[in-house]
């Protein structure tokens, strides 16, 4: 999880949806970046380079699950297969 920005007047009117590249996770408390925060993001970033590694001239990836199948649909249960979207209104629970 976490807040993000993304420029969504921009992506529309290039015709696209809004995806992996078109955001940009910011802090909501930094003094520039902050008021731009527009998204919360739910799930986890699998692939993430992550910084923490401790062996000279190596990078570490994270490898938790993702809450995404691999074509960007929800996946809340973590078996691989599409959940339907809480937030859609046309969704019956």
Not at 46 to 73: C, F, V, Y
């Amino acid at each position: 999880m976490g807040f993000a920005h993304v420029n969504v007047m921009r992506v529309m009117a290039q015709g696209r949806r809004v995806g992996a590249g078109e955001i940009q996770l910011i802090d909501p408390h930094h003094p520039i970046a902050g008021p731009m925060t527009n998204v919360f993001l739910f799930g986890s970033f699998k692939g993430k380079i992550a910084s923490w590694r401790e062996e000279p001239d190596m990078l570490a990836l994270n490898t938790h699950l993702a809450h995404a199948t691999t074509d960007g649909r929800l996946d809340y249960r973590l078996v691989g297969r599409a959940d339907p979207d809480p937030y859609d209104p046309n969704h019956l629970t």
